[in-house]
């Protein structure tokens, strides 16, 4: 780190100290024990403005605290057979980790239909993945490799993409406006697999309206990238989706035990059985309606919505292009 963004870490980290009691309790949820690097953090995301990233941690703490962000990991989404239901449609997982001790997150996009529950429960098991890997997952393997891990690799799998996903856009929207916003910087490199035309067709256009910075990241791989993906982790830790070419659908290749998305994959036993046991220690702070726990979504940024609504009109050419007519008419983002 160069001694301009030496100074900038050290004014934000100045301009953070100024904040109120609560506001520093959850700022230490946030950092676990590293306030530099997330730092750093907000500031690379606001492009090394300091006022810019001052603004943004402190409405991320402020988000945190009116939405109760550091007890979401006691608010179990129940009965289970509900929240198997939101394993099965909203296909994530994680199977492993890379070489140099990175978790390796797997993400079914393809293939989530985010049918089987209301927006605020996937919105709250997206959020509680996020908590467990930021305060769980990460910290283990910072201890395990004796040094600090702060980010996640993620592998996307886009079996199974049709048009219809732009019924999914707005909950997707929602999804990543929460992580920009909120976890920014927690991924190293998006890997994007299994890639069909229509994936192609509109990577073609948003890719040029995303920053640099992001742009960098995402690696389209040939075919399920098996090959590419084990020159950083090894077999075992490679999604399901990937150990095999031709292997079929990301959610149904494979047993539940291997099948990093299902409900019976070590990884979501685990963190299930963590939420449920750290419940009953806390009291809820309101009323839970239907037992689920709403969290109000931050507007998204004008990128993001340009990002949306350009997915939109370059799947609509595809839709006119293919002849399938009335499938996706009057759908709005």
């Known amino acids: 780190m160069g001694i301009a963004s030496q100074d900038a870490v050290k004014q934000l980290s100045a301009l953070i100290g100024q904040v109120d009691e609560p506001s520093k309790i959850t700022f230490q949820n946030i950092h676990q024990g590293y306030p530099t690097e997330t730092l750093v953090r907000f500031l690379k995301a606001r ?4 006022s810019k990233a001052q603004n943004m941690l402190v409405d991320c703490l402020n988000w ?3 939405n109760h962000i550091d007890d979401i990991l006691a608010k179990p989404i129940i009965p289970a057979d509900l929240y198997r239901g939101i394993r099965d449609s909203q296909l994530i997982g994680m199977p492993g980790y890379t070489k140099d001790g990175h978790p390796v997150f797997a993400i079914g996009v393809g293939l989530s239909t985010y049918d089987k529950a209301s927006v605020n429960y996937y919105v709250q098991s997206h959020i509680q993945l996020n908590e467990y890997r930021d305060r769980v997952i990460l910290p283990a393997a910072t201890k395990k490799y004796g040094r600090h891990v702060g980010t ?18 707005k909950l997707l929207t929602i999804i990543s406006t929460i992580d920009d916003l909120n976890y920014p910087e927690k991924t190293e490199t998006y890997y994007i697999v299994n890639v069909p035309y229509v994936f192609s067709a509109c990577w073609k256009v948003v890719k040029p309206l ?3 910075r992001t ?5 389209v791989l040939q075919g399920c990238g098996r090959d590419e993906l084990l020159k950083i982790m090894d077999y075992a ?11 079929g659908s990301s959610r149904h290749s494979s047993s539940g035990s291997d099948d990093c998305f299902s409900f019976d994959h070590p990884f979501h036993q685990q963190l299930y059985s963590y939420i449920k046991q750290r419940a009953p220690s806390r009291e809820f702070i309101a009323p839970l309606k239907q037992g689920s726990f709403h969290v109000d979504v931050p507007e998204p940024n004008p990128e993001g919505i340009k990002i949306a609504k350009t997915i939109e009109s370059e799947m609509h050419k595809l839709e006119d292009c293919n002849g399938l007519g009335r499938s996706l008419t009057g759908l709005k983002i």
């Not at 830790?237 to 292997?247: A, I, M, N, T, V």
């Open 152 to 169: 996640c690799v993620k592998v996307l799998d886009m079996s199974g993409l049709k048009l219809s996903a732009l019924s999914q856009i």
């Open 47 to 50: 492009e090394w403005n300091i």
């Open 210 to 212: 995303l920053q640099e």
């Open 237 to 247: 830790s490679l999604p399901h989706f990937c150990k095999r070419e031709g292997s």
């Open 64 to 66: 945190r605290k009116q």
């Open 215 to 219: 742009r960098r990241k995402v690696q």
